[in-house]
């Protein structure tokens, strides 16, 4: 079965630094890879996806994330963080059943951005 | 744009009681979808559907039961109520069912004593 790892809990970074949170997954095959943002009280909101292709993927506000097979990683990158991106970030990977696509969430790394 | 609704809000329950969560979307998407969310454990799939008629279990389907009528609505039905089940519900939803690309309601947040 597949798996998400997020290693980091929680990270905290100044306004205008630049941000890296990792994931990890376990899947024997080439999967189909997501970084969700959740915003304090509401819902997930997709930032990017990879299904194939290019292996670094641009998203929205500014973020991206590379694809490494060898590293089985899929981390998230922002140059320059902004006070309005504190949220909870989650990495997913999905997989093809046959039926539908089944997304499986990482725990989710918090980031807390000061002034 | 309503997107993805869910309604209630916030609900309180007594063990052994019954309710409903209603998910509702006007984006005339295939897939809906029904997460859990609770601390350390990221969301869990509790049941899903791939079209009005078509509905399939998750990861931690029991103690839930889903059906989907029409292609807007998804409710997901607590047919007994364990302290267990206290958790923020998530719905969501896709164009296909193979896109991975979800679309989230703000979720329900449920407390079950």
């Known amino acids: 079965a597949q798996s998400v790892t997020q290693p980091d809990i929680h990270i905290t970074v100044s306004e205008g630094a630049s941000l890296e949170l990792r994931c990890n997954y376990s899947y024997g095959a080439t999967p189909y890879l997501f970084w969700y943002v959740q915003s304090p009280g509401q819902g997930l909101q997709l930032l990017l996806k990879?299904?194939?292709?290019?292996?670094l993927v641009q998203g929205i506000k500014g973020f991206e994330a590379e694809f490494k097979r060898s590293q089985s990683s899929f981390n998230l990158r922002k140059p320059s963080v902004h006070w309005s991106d504190a949220a909870e970030y989650f990495c997913a990977v999905g997989v093809f059943t046959g039926t539908a696509s089944k997304l499986t969430f990482g725990t989710g790394t918090r980031l807390q951005v000061t002034l | 744009n309503a997107g993805v609704t869910q309604t209630p809000k916030f609900q309180v329950l007594k063990t052994g009681q019954s309710m409903t969560l209603q998910c509702a979307q006007d984006m005339n998407h295939e897939y809906m979808s029904w997460y859990r969310q609770d601390p350390g454990m990221g969301l869990r799939l509790i049941h899903y559907s791939v079209g009005a008629g078509i509905t399939d279990q998750g990861e931690v389907p029991n103690g839930y039961n889903v059906s989907r009528s029409t292609t807007e609505d998804f409710p997901l039905r607590l047919l007994s109520a364990a302290p267990s089940q206290t958790s923020v519900y998530f719905c969501a939803s896709s164009f296909g069912q193979h896109t991975g690309e979800l679309f989230f309601g703000e979720g329900s947040r449920l407390t079950v004593l």
């Open positions: 990879y299904f194939s292709g290019d292996t």
